[in-house]
């Protein structure tokens, strides 16, 4: 079985200071990795996706995430935050050449504060 | 265009009512998928409909049934619902799907479903 844990309920954090919201799974295989954004009462946006290869992996909006196979991790990051990218993030796990669908983590709210 | 829309916005609907929720993509995408989001919670992963062959989760309930008319539609029958079953329902769509497919799946807004 597959399985996404996100620490965080919440993360707070100053306009302009760098951001990380944390993410790690469990998958029998190889994951592929995916972060999307929810923003109130919206549907989810996709930000970026580990398929294989590079292990930084650069999104929309300037964010980027890290994979790292050791600690089966998959931060995701922003170098300077926005206002405006306040809104619950998700990461979501598949494993390659399993059950098609996503597994979702419970979800990050990120605040940015002005 | 990654756009997938979803009709209605919001429904509200007695328990004995019969009532459908509409997901159309025109990407040319082969897979197509409905999630359910309870308040404060993930999105959890109903039904998926790729190569043209339909695969449900095991824990949803009879009272849902999906239907693809043609490629670009999935339709979501609901019969007999409880009020356990408001939330919010997400369709996505992906192009190929499949256990190999390292495909995005991209998310419609959604439709808001309050059972009375």
């Known amino acids: 079985a597959q399985s996404v844990a996100q620490p965080e309920d919440q993360v707070n954090v100053a306009e302009g200071n760098p951001l990380t919201v944390k993410c790690t799974y469990s998958?029998?295989?190889?994951?592929?990795l995916f972060w999307y954004v929810q923003y109130p009462n919206r549907g989810l946006q996709f930000l970026l996706k580990?398929?294989?290869?590079?292990?930084l992996v650069k999104g929309s909006y300037g964010f980027e995430a890290e994979f790292n196979k050791s600690q089966t991790s998959f931060h995701l990051k922003k170098p300077s935050a926005l206002v405006s990218d306040s809104a619950l993030y998700f990461c979501?796990?598949?494993?390659?050449?399993?059950?098609?669908?996503?597994?979702f983590g419970k979800g990050t709210h990120l605040i940015i504060q002005p | 265009d990654t756009e997938v829309t979803q009709t209605p916005k919001h429904l509200v609907m007695g328990m004995t009512n019969k009532k459908s929720l509409k997901c159309e993509q025109h990407?040319?995408?082969?897979?197509m998928y409905w999630y359910k989001q309870k308040a404060k919670k993930p999105p959890e992963l109903m039904f998926v409909?790729?190569?043209?062959?339909?695969?449900i989760n095991e824990s949803v309930p009879s009272r849902f049934s999906p239907e693809c008319p043609n490629s670009s539609l999935l339709n979501l029958h609901l019969h007999a619902l409880q009020p356990e079953d408001s939330a919010l329902y997400l369709c996505?769509?992906?192009?190929?799907?499949?256990?190999?497919?390292?495909?995005?799946?991209?998310f419609g807004p959604g439709t808001r479903l309050t059972v009375l």
């Open positions: 580990y398929i294989t290869g590079d292990n």
């Open positions: 979501a796990v598949r494993e390659q050449g399993g059950a098609d669908g996503l597994t």
């Open positions: 990407m040319g995408h082969r897979a």
């Open positions: 998958v029998s295989g190889n994951p592929y």
């Open positions: 996505a769509s992906s192009p190929w799907g499949g256990a190999s497919s390292s495909d995005t799946q991209y």
């Open positions: 409909y790729s190569y043209e062959k339909l695969s």
